[in-house]
């Protein structure tokens, strides 16, 4: 989460941020507790670190390890018989 974001998300009034000054929507400086704001950025961090594998990937995982179930394991085999992997 971005500082401008956080400091939206925090005080609703504020419609401009320059830097790091908030103005209402008549132009007044709104004043910010910035421990607040650094807490929400910190909070939602996990949101911005925590990036899976596309879900390709991650199905082709499952297949893999053979977890899908039956259905799943046998549409996905049908697929891989039906075009195959070219060979180099």
Known sequence: MK?????????????????????DIDGNVVEYDQTAVDNL????????????????????MIFHAGLGG?????AIQAVKDAHPKPTE
């Open 70 to 74: 039956d259905e799943f394991q046998a």
């Open 3 to 23: 500082l401008h974001t956080a400091i939206y998300q925090l005080y609703p009034s504020v419609t401009k941020i320059d830097d790091v000054t908030a103005y």
């Open 41 to 60: 950025i910190a909070s939602k961090q996990y949101q911005e670190d925590r990036v899976y594998p596309p879900i390709g990937e991650q199905l082709d």
